[in-house]
C-alpha cells in the first residue's frame, strides 16, 4: 500500500506522540507500516471492567487507535482524520496479560479509509481473537 | 420499565463500584433508574486525542458503560452482561468542558437487550452530540 | 429541518421515480417532508424468508430506502446520495400483514447525512418495531 | 470448520429452496461447505437504484443470505438461526453484469455465530469489493 505523503512516518509518529489518552492507558505502536500499524498492551488492574476481565472500552480504544493511525499514515502531510463511525465485535472474553492489536485499511480513498482492525492475546501459543472492528476514518484537510 | 430483579439498584451499583477503568478515566453515574442510566464526565488532559478533543475511544468506552448498566439494572440478580457488539458514530468533535452520557434499554428481552447510548455537551445552553451508539448486550447466567 | 434545495420534493419524487428496485418489492413512499420519509408495504409471498416471515433483505432494503431518500430531501439540486455504511438491529420477527417505516436525518452536513430508520407493524393497535437503523450517507457532487 | 449437524447440507438445502425472496431476487447458491457459502447473481434491470447501479438493498440482502445460510449450515438439526444484527460496508459502486458473494463463520458458538460476508464483481479479471458485512447471527432451538 502506498501513502500520499512520503513523510508518513514521522507524520503518524507526531499524531502518535500528542496522543495522551494513549499513553494514559498504557498502550503502544510497535510497527507502523503505510496503511498498517501494530501494537501491544500490557495489561494492568486498572484496565479492568466489573468481572476483571479487560473493559470493553480498553478494547474500543484500542481498535479505534490502530485503525485511526493506519489511516493516518495514508494521508497527505496536514490531513487530518477522523472516526466517523465504528462497529466492535466481541468474540473473546479478554483474559490475556499481553494484547496485540493490528489495524489496517482495507479501502483507501480520498474522502475515507475503511479500516478494520483486531485484539488479541495468546493462550499457550493459541491466538485468541478478543475483538474485532470496521471503522470509518473520513479525510478532513 | 421494569427490572426482573427487585434488588436491582444495589446490583447495578455493585457492578460499577467494581469497575476499576470507570474509575481510571474518572466518569461518575448520577442517575440509575431500571433500564436507563445517566452520568457525567469533566474533562481532563488525559482524555485527550492528537487534536485536544476528546479521545474516541473515551467516547466509546462511556457509550459502553451507560449502556451495560442500564442493561444490568433489568438482569436477574446474579445473571450478568457482557456486550455482544457497538456501533459508534461521532456527530461532533468533542471540545466541552463536561459531558454528559445516557444509556438505555431500547428493547428487552431474555438473551439479550437491544440499547442505546448517547454523550453530549452544552455550548451555551445549546446541546451537543458528540456520539451515538447502538448495543448489543448478552445476558448470561 | 430545512432543505439545501428549495425545489428538493420534485428531485426526491425523481429519484424514487427511477428506483426500479423499490417497485420490484412493492414498496411505496406515503409522506416526503425535508430531512424526513415515510413508507408503506404491503406483505406479499414472496418477501417471506425460510420461515415465511418477512425476509431480513427486505427489512435492510427499505431501512435503506427511507434514510437514502430522508437525505435526498436535503441536498443541493443534482447533488447524489449514497449509502456508505448502515447497521440494522433485528427487534421482532415480522409477521405483519402491513408494515410501515420511517426514516430520517439525524444529523445533517455538507459530506454526510447521519440517518436513521425503523419499521414496524401494528398487531391490534400495538406498534411493534421489526427493526432499527443507523446509517451514513455521503453527499457527492 | 466442523458443524453440528451431520445432516448440514440436506438441512441447508431445504432452508435455501424455502426462501421465496431469493428467488424473487433471483440471487443462486453456487457452493456449501460447513461455515461457508458462496453464490452469485446475474444482474438485471429491477436490480438498480436510481443510478442504474446495484440497489444497496440487493447488496445487503444477498449478504444476509451469505452469512445466514453459512449459520445455518453449523447449527444442529432442526435449530434455527435468526440475523441479531448486521453492518454492510459500501465499498464500491455497484457496475458489474454478474456479481459474486461469500459468507463466512469467523467466530461459531452455541448460542451467536458471527459472519462476515462480501460481494464483488470481475472488471477484466480484476476484483471490484462491492460491499462487506459483519452480522450477529443467533441461534434458537
Same mark, same amino acid.
Given at each position: ?11 503518524? !509518529? =507526531?499524531?502518535? @506522540? ?5 499513553? &494514559?492507558? +498504557?498502550?503502544?505502536? /510497535?510497527? #507502523? ?10 495489561? !494492568? =488492574?486498572?484496565? @479492568? ?5 479487560? &473493559?470493553? +472500552?480498553?478494547?474500543? /480504544?484500542? #481498535? ?11 494521508? =497527505? ?65
Amino acid at each position: 500500500m502506498e501513502s500520499r505523503n512520503e513523510n508518513w512516518l514521522a507524520y503518524t !509518529q =507526531e499524531m502518535i @506522540e500528542r496522543n495522551k489518552f494513549l499513553k &494514559h492507558i +498504557g498502550f503502544e505502536f /510497535t510497527e #507502523l507500516k503505510p496503511g498498517h500499524t501494530k501494537g501491544k498492551l500490557v495489561f !494492568q =488492574e486498572f484496565h @479492568e471492567q466489573q468481572n476483571g476481565y479487560l &473493559h470493553g +472500552g480498553m478494547t474500543s /480504544t484500542i #481498535l479505534d487507535m490502530v485503525c485511526g493511525y493506519a489511516a493516518y499514515s495514508m494521508v =497527505e502531510q496536514g490531513h487530518l482524520v477522523f472516526t466517523v463511525e465504528s462497529k466492535c465485535t466481541y468474540y473473546n472474553r479478554g483474559i490475556g496479560k499481553e494484547y496485540f492489536a493490528e489495524g489496517f485499511v482495507d479501502k483507501p480513498g480520498k474522502r475515507f479509509h475503511f479500516c478494520e482492525g483486531l485484539i488479541y492475546y495468546f493462550e499457550n501459543d493459541k491466538k485468541i481473537i478478543v475483538a474485532k472492528c470496521t471503522t470509518t476514518m473520513a479525510v478532513v484537510n
